[in-house]
């Protein structure tokens, strides 16, 4: 059975097409690699790489998509909204079948081996990578950005898994781990009342005494005249969807807002929604074996 | 992208082991032809065989496990409990991904062409492929059994639409036909009242004046002192799943009868629980296309 992992890692480059296409380029035409998708923003000046395949392939065209953002990035001259620490923001794995996390874990280190070797970068692991628990949370590792990590790097507590504590002097570090698959889920309210989300928020995220496997924020939808509670699902598998989606109705009861809908942003693993099925509908001893195209895909 | 039908070939042998195998050896080892499961029955003297794959290596795979049977399998001294009017009892296809139902009709014409000339089997061609209303259900074509076969064909209104109008002496005849993927769709009530779960089986079922793509009747689960609505979903793409379990939920409340839970049998085609969790969330503009792993199976 064949293993595929997802890679999606962050470049800081959404404006120039020229830099941007060839730091993709490795990601095309390759065997067992396949390029999903591939967003740039000018306003945060970045670009989104979303790619799957054979865990080995993926590897190598991730190793040499980075050689490639490091020599043509100068991130003495970058701006933009998102804050960003490297030429090569953040490089996630994420598995997706017939791997485990701790394979992915594995790859994710092999990768910050040689690519700072290879490129002179510093790596931090994050996520289930990390090598402490002040560095699972990518924030944390950030914090101070390009600019700051020059001093930072020399603190003991913030030495390079791998590499010299020495940032590089245009590209920066990079931040390389593995994690589960993120669903961003959102889902509206009937009021357009944005305390009333940044309260629901509060109330259904982990670090408000919430759900453990969930990120959330009161979004305004100016358009629409309503607000939304804007969630990242960080562990489908232990947080599920409609776990978060019931909490926020019985949340938003207190206010007398009722829920008007939900989205789903980009993509999402069939196992999210179809545990949401298997829990409206009551069905027993369902097995993701009972899934037609599960029996396909093998 | 490739094409994928399935098919799922009923044969009238459920009991001797050494004929089923020699009836399911051309589903093996094959390229591009999966055989998923065969599950014989004893009492119903029946093995249903389950596979997929490209569409003409499935169709000359199916073409040659038919005359395997017509070889081996005698009706003359045939009995079970399930109804049969032949040695392949009926041959339904299945459009899975990337191929349209009219592509699947035109592949069961194809075959019933085939196997009435090379086999002198006449051919009932029903569901999506009947030529007449009358054809679409198979138990109309199938009412008299094989016994009845031999004066019923003779009747111009069931003059078979491949193959001359003479039953074959120890085969029968056949049904062949393409359809939409079933889901055996099971409700559980809190109740041991079998009347309650005939009743509520009849409001929902299309012939009782219920949804249209739904075949329901009440089962007694006897080991679990419940009774049940038991389904055939015959088309999931236009009677959804959650409406059928939410019309029971509702018939139910006239009984004073919760619903206890439900189970699905055999295989479900994705679709048709990522429906439902659509519907459950109220997720706006959700697309086929979100879903990871369709992006992976491309």
């Not at 390759?30 to 740039?40: A, E, H």
């Not at 930072?152 to 020495?166: C, H, L, M, V, Y």
């Not at 909490?247 to 207190?254: F, M, P, Q, S, Y």
Request: proline share 4%; glycine share 6%.
């Amino acid at each position: 059975m064949k293993k595929i992992i997802e890679c999606v890692p962050n470049f800081s480059e959404g404006r120039d097409l020229e830099k941007i296409e060839k730091i993709v380029n490795p990601f095309r035409g390759k065997d067992n690699v396949k390029l999903l998708d591939y967003k740039r923003d000018e306003d945060h000046n970045r670009v989104v790489v979303t790619v799957v395949g054979e865990p080995d392939a993926v590897k190598e065209a991730v190793i040499e998509a980075i050689g490639v953002a490091v020599e043509v990035i100068d991130l003495r001259n970058h701006s933009g909204q998102h804050p960003r620490m490297g030429a090569v923001d953040v490089v996630p794995f994420i598995p997706i079948k017939n791997i485990s996390m701790t394979e992915a874990v594995e790859l994710s280190k092999e990768v910050a081996k040689i690519v700072s070797e290879k490129y002179n970068l510093p790596v931090f692991l994050y996520e289930k990578s990390a090598s402490s628990p002040d560095r699972e949370n990518l924030a944390n590792i950030r914090k101070g950005e390009f600019e700051g990590m020059f001093e930072k790097i020399k603190q003991p507590q913030w030495k390079p898994d791998f590499g010299i504590a020495e940032v590089h002097p245009t590209a920066g570090v990079v931040a390389i781990g593995a994690r589960m698959p993120l669903v961003a889920f959102n889902v509206n309210l009937n009021t357009n009342n944005i305390e009333i989300a940044n309260k629901i928020a509060k109330n259904v995220r982990f670090i408000g005494g919430g759900l453990r496997y969930c990120k959330a924020i009161g979004v305004e939808l100016k358009d629409r005249g309503i607000v939304q509670v804007s969630m990242n699902m960080t562990d489908y598998t232990k947080t599920a969807l409609y776990r978060a989606f019931e909490l926020i109705k019985i949340e938003a009861k207190r206010y007398g807002v009722s829920v008007a809908g939900s989205e789903i942003i980009g993509l999402v693993p069939m196992e999210a929604l179809i545990d949401t099925a298997v829990y409206y509908l009551g069905i027993e001893d369902f097995s993701m074996e009972q899934i037609l195209e599960t029996r396909i895909m093998e």
